[in-house]
């Protein structure tokens, strides 16, 4: 009866809630038992001394996402899922991302037709959506929504992708009657092109302006905007990579007035500031939007992974190339700031960079840090409690970490295809050692184990957490077309 695949022995296995000594029995891919002094298993892995963790879930990650004329990311879904997995995390959510003029679907479809049998792990997408016609509100975007694909990004910046309030906030309406969550990218698109005509015709177009023409100013507006839309249309949206203070404070209005807005930080903002964006071209390496701060803004970050303000961390994995005319330096040379492709790897060194500098250092509890990177991603998207924890019945989604191992990041450690990290020369200690995706070994001893074409895609279901606030007795599952109010018949067709 108990015929284990695998047993995990001896070690220390934690979740968002518990920390335990305890045995994992896996079969069939899936976590059967948990207890102590377990049969043995055809597969036994000792983990005395390790930490037993669910495998992290990435929510924020751009794998082979289609770019602009001559721009490629460096990382598919094999080299990034393969990174991923190195660094602990079993489950990857990047985004097809529609151009506009395009069909939503077709994004979709082409986006799958990249990941087929590359993956390593498992992955499901979010949605880009760049043009919100009312093909796309009315049937595009609710069949995809039923289908499996139950979230989507809204870009307020960047001028192929970016919507305006009213597209907003009829797409929040979708959101809010077909049960998906939206994430939002929160920074003022006129602002930012106001100032990058200021510094260029101050002749200021070395990286470090990239970040003085993305002050914070303008990401405090856009997120305050982006709140009040979600208030309108009365529905959860995610407030992705947020930076510093003045985001933060947004969003800390926004509990006080009972909104329920998620939030979400990244490495970057724990980990570098606006300096690195200096030292003449090299600068390039950390451009991403928003820029990095400074350090008083990254111990604001902390505060707020600490006492729950964020949801979850995720990587913003946007893969370029430094030395690559596809990449930091498109056609080959050292372009004004504004030209420069923004994104900074990070898949693998997620975890533990944040397992460092928030556990080790006493910042954030191990569960706390479970929450962050696994569970709360898990069960903002649709994917717990199959993804995101170890519990019975859940998929043996695993990663076993050494908790005193030292590790000088290097990228030639790493497992990307990206020619740099922007983390070169930090000492962290703790990094997973093995890895199993379904309980089979993924990454072991210093060694990729896992085949490409494993990973399986994962139809997401409709998140509890995008549920809004006020429902209604009527409201059945699908909110909005349920209301009887002016709102709800709004909300139920889009004319243009
Ligand atoms: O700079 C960034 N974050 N690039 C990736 C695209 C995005 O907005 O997340
Ligand atoms: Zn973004
Ligand atoms: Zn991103």
């Known amino acids: ?72 990311m460096a990382d598919d879904f094999r080299s990034g899922t393969r990174s991923a997995a190195c660094g602990g995390t079993t489950t990857v959510i990047p985004f097809a991302a529609q151009q506009r003029g395009q069909s939503l679907r077709a994004a979709v479809e082409d986006y799958h037709a990249r990941a087929e049998g590359k993956a390593l792990v498992d992955y499901a997408f979010h949605m880009i959506v760049a043009d919100p016609t009312p093909a796309v509100l009315n049937d595009e975007l609710p069949a995809l929504i039923e289908a499996g694909y139950t979230s989507f990004k809204i870009y307020m910046t960047y001028d192929d992708l970016k919507l305006d309030d009213r597209q907003i906030l009829r797409l929040l309406a979708v959101a809010r009657q077909h049960g998906a969550l939206a994430m939002v990218h929160a920074e003022n698109a006129d602002c930012i092109a106001w100032l990058t005509e200021a510094l260029e015709s101050a002749g200021h177009v070395a990286p470090k302006y990239h970040a003085a023409a993305r002050p914070m100013a303008i990401e405090r507006e856009a997120t305050h905007r982006a709140i009040t839309l979600a208030e309108l249309v009365d529905v959860p949206i995610l407030i992705v990579h947020v930076s510093g203070r003045d985001a933060i404070d947004q969003i800390r209005w926004a509990h006080a007035h009972g909104l329920r807005i998620y939030a979400e930080t990244c490495p970057q903002y724990l980990f570098l500031t606006a300096e690195h964006l200096g030292g003449g071209y090299e600068g390039a390496k950390c451009v991403c939007s928003p820029p990095p701060r400074d350090r008083a803004n990254q111990r604001i970050v902390w505060d707020g992974l600490s006492d729950g303000l964020f949801t979850i961390v995720s990587s913003d994995h946007a893969p370029f190339r430094f030395d690559d005319p596809q990449g930091k330096k498109p056609g080959g040379k050292e372009v004004p700031f504004q030209y420069i492709p923004n994104g900074i790897p990070g898949l693998e060194t997620r975890l533990p960079l944040l397992f460092s500098e928030g556990v080790r250092s006493g910042r954030l509890t191990l569960n706390q840090f479970v929450a962050l990177t ?123």
């Open 1 to 72: 009866m108990d015929n284990f695949d695998t047993v995990i022995r001896n070690g220390t296995v934690a979740t968002a809630c518990e920390t335990m000594a305890a045995d994992i029995g896996i079969r069939d891919g899936r976590v059967v038992a948990l207890g102590q002094g377990l049969p043995r298993g055809r597969d036994e892995i000792d983990a005395r001394g390790l930490l037993v963790l669910p495998g992290g879930v990435d929510a924020h990650c751009h794998l082979d996402q289609p770019m602009g004329e001559g721009l490629r």
């Open 374 to 496: 696994a569970t709360n991603p898990a069960k903002l998207y649709g994917l717990n409690p199959r993804k995101g924890t170890i519990a019975i019945g859940s998929d043996a989604d695993i990663a076993i970490w050494d908790p005193d191992k030292q590790v000088t990041i290097e990228n030639r450690l790493l497992h990307h295809d990206v020619d740099y990290t922007p983390y070169e020369g930090m000492r962290v200690t703790g990094w997973p050692v093995t890895t199993l995706v379904r309980g089979t070994r993924v990454w072991d001893g210093g060694e990729v184990c896992g085949r490409p074409g494993f990973g399986r895609f994962l139809p997401c279901g409709r998140p509890d957490m995008a549920r809004p606030k006020v429902v209604t007795p009527a409201d059945s599952g699908h909110y909005m077309a349920n209301r009887p109010d002016a709102l709800g018949q709004l909300a139920q067709r889009h004319d243009g």
